[in-house]
């Protein structure tokens, strides 16, 4: 039995290319959350089971596409961080999917080798004080910190 085509319902697919748009525009256009602008917000809602996080991997694979440099960060609470890892691992591991994003979970400073073209999974409670290891300083001159400075 072959797997159906993979297809989106129209709402995801207007929401997907608006995000795209507005993503895209803001992280090229300089007067769009630069020094002397007010900082870029965006967010995506819509209800439980709607499909937020594939609409989100379809913009993030838009925006890698426009921006091959772009490294994309997607913070998550530890649960959620290792619920949306595998969630992606299940995702890309589909014969019919269109996404095509290198993903890696960020569990400690060992994982910090950013790549321009990735999707990090990354958990926020992990950044939230100095004494964590993607805050602190060490001896490999790895932190969340440094990384976003470059």
Sequence with gaps: MSKQPFTLFKFQQ???KAASTQLTDALTDPTVGGA??????????????SGKTLMMLH??????????????????SKNLADQTAQRLAR????QNTPLNIPFTQITGNSDLQYQPGHLYVVNWEACSTSTHLL????????????FLQE
């Design 14 to 16: 207007t929401a997907i």
């Design 36 to 49: 002397h602008s007010d900082p870029f917000k965006f967010a995506l809602k819509a209800p439980t089971g």
């Design 59 to 76: 913009t993030i694979q838009n925006l890698i596409n426009a921006l091959p440099s772009l490294v994309v960060l997607w913070l998550a």
């Design 91 to 94: 995702t890309f591991q589909q």
């Design 135 to 146: 805050i602190r300083a060490n001896e490999q001159g790895l932190n969340l910190s440094g």
